[in-house]
């Protein structure tokens, strides 16, 4: 396999394993809403937490790690580079 | 004190307005107290920001084409971040988010879910390999991937019919704040908001709108803050967002001793509430029960996450970074920003309900008898302009929680004098809905002209055109497209225009598909792409015909109404750009190394500088 293609290769399975997250704080909690609401967090109920405040914060985090993650596999693939000259 | 380019003293510049910008509110609380009215007080706000933006405009004016399209390509991350915020953040997520929160709670958050949720989508699937491209607009990407003039018209057509139904409603919002602020007439106020977003546009293109939307950004977040943070410490929370807990709880509490009641329909209208105006009838925090509420809740987020990763204004401020990596950062800085906001329109739904309805609290109004509501000042004038109504159902004299009406964009246009704050803060949140309903508005206006000078006007009706002559017709477009829509605007046609959640549906039906495939499907092709644009535009467009209260109005089916039409819409469009791609030939070679090319993130944009 070439360089480009093991790159490819990484950049696709990380981009599954993020939208897979991605995933869970979208869709997967709000599915079990009501049971989820039962639970409570700083004193809100849990469900009511996560769509107000939990689940956003979540996607902030996870684009964060993405970017950077997505860097490092960049770089050991040596497409790291800082500029583009266009 | 300022050595080194532009770009090298971004964070001092900005650092220096900010810091201006709060002697400026100072200033005018020192006025307040002096005695100077509050009318005038207002004004100045307005005039002041509006004059600031204008200023920037001009100082970013430009005759270059890459300047003018993607400011240069010379963004950094964070400014990028938050220019990308304000420009997403319209006057709807400042005026009536936090309303609709109020009236719809739990059920209403699927919104801020799916508005936030849908950046990992760009960063993900799109904006870093969007940018590799090169492109100057959404069409030109789509254009150059499947080639010929088809799939870039369709593209285009989209992208306007999106972007449109977008505009006028941030048009009408400057309009209504400037109306309100500056004491004209609303179709006045509509030119004026339309002159300032022009003068804010006009001159430098996409430079411009980049360093007046960061301005914005700031005006916009420090007016939405200032509030909750007020009135938090005088309900005894420093931190409101990890303090209310109690208050949600106790929201539930009085819900269950007013009682949750839904009014007749034919009640209202006999009682003669004004259009427009809603009642809580909503839990706050419960979770409807039922695998249909479960449904409507998940499929709004998705409507909303997808269309968010389709819509053409939000990932073409992606175009402007110096390279990929700093894209993929971009939106990171992009969802934090707007983030602050958003994690704080729930805080400020709570406060302000529990304000009016907490009877441990002096300004309880709910259960209180209406003669004695009807004698406060606040209330007394917002029935004036029609945006509260008290209608005594039950004939007991007492207002009941099914009896209070508001218009949802009360509960922040009004909170700061509901808690009797001074009316500096109130000036201040006028300033930021009209700096949110600006940057939106320049944003949206710029990707129609932009595209439709590029895409129609240099690409395919004149391809020989020369610098100038582009940058003067896509000036030329500018102004078309913005009077065009101020005029819509002030008409107040805008209630027949439908939500700002059609906009998201109509991009996520024609172009959330062949974007994402054109870059992770190789084997997607020209008649692929123009069927599944055109054939999800279509289908997503029949159906919204079909359900949408204002046309056939026949039962939505699977519980998909007119909010969420995009599902049926982006599913054809799939299932078309996927049937039709392997039923014609597979894309040449050249077009199979370029979508090798954009999957490297290093090295030479495939489209060059000047194209």
Partial sequence: MSNKDAHWQKTKNHMIVTLAIWFFFSIVIFMFGSAVNQASFLGYPLAYYMSAQGSLAAFVVLIFWFANKQEKIDDEHGYGGEREDD | MFKGGFIQNLPKIYGLYTGGF????????????????????????????????????????????????????????VFNGMATAADWMSGASFVAMAGGIYFGGYTYMAFLVGWTGGYVLVSTLLAPYLRKFGCYTVPDFIGTRYGGNLPRFAATLVLVLASFTY?????????????????????LGVWVGLISILLCSMLGGM??????????????????????????????????????????????????????????????????????LKYISNPHSAVPAGGMAVWKYLSLAICMMVGTASLPHILMRYFTTPSVKSARKSVAWSLFFIFLLYFSAPMLATLSKLQIMDPNLPTAIIGKSIAEVEMIPWVQNWAAVKQVFIA??????????????????????????????????????????????????????????????????????????????????????????????????SMRLTSILGAVAWAFDFAMSGLFFPLVLGVWWKRANTAGAVAGILGGLAAGTAYLIYVGPKFMAQTPWLGIDHLRFGIVGSIVSLVLIVVVSLMTKEPNAATQKMVDDVRVPSGRAILGKQH
Wanted: aromatic share 10%; proline share 3%.
């Fill in chain 2, 207 to 276: 430079r411009a709108v980049t360093w007046t939307q960061v301005a914005q950004y700031i005006v916009l977040i420090i007016a939405y803050l200032i509030p909750i943070f007020w009135m938090g410490s005088k309900l005894g929370n420093v931190f409101p967002h990890f303090m209310l807990g109690d208050e949600v709880q106790r929201l539930a509490e009085l819900e269950a001793q007013f009682g949750l009641t839904k009014n007749a329909a034919a009640d209202i209208k006999s009682a003669g509430v004004p259009g427009g």
């Fill in chain 2, 392 to 489: 005594d159902f039950n004939g007991d004299g007492i207002l009941q929680l099914n009896e209070w009406f508001m218009r949802g964009d009360v509960v922040v246009l009004a909170t700061p004098e509901v808690a009797g704050l001074p009316y500096v803060i109130s000036g201040l949140v006028a300033a930021g809905g009209m700096a949110a309903a600006m940057s939106t508005a320049d944003g949206l206006v710029l990707a129609i002209s932009n595209c439709l000078s590029h895409d129609i006007y240099y690409k395919i009706i004149d391809p020989k055109a020369d610098v100038r002559k582009r940058l003067i017709v896509a000036r030329v477009l500018l102004v078309v497209i913005g009077a065009l829509g101020a005029y819509i605007a």
């Fill in chain 2, 167 to 187: 505009v006028t409603a941030q048009i009408n919002a400057t309009g209504t704040i400037a109306s309100r602020a500056l004491q004209i007439p609303f179709e």
């Fill in chain 2, 22 to 77: 709060i002697v400026f509110i100072g200033l005018m609380a020192i006025m307040e107290s002096a005695g100077v009215s509050a009318a005038s007080i207002g004004i100045m706000f307005v005039a002041f920001t509006v004059c600031i933006y204008a200023l920037i405009g001009y100082l970013s004016r430009t005759i270059q084409v890459d300047a003018y399209y993607v400011a240069g390509r010379q963004v950094p991350t």
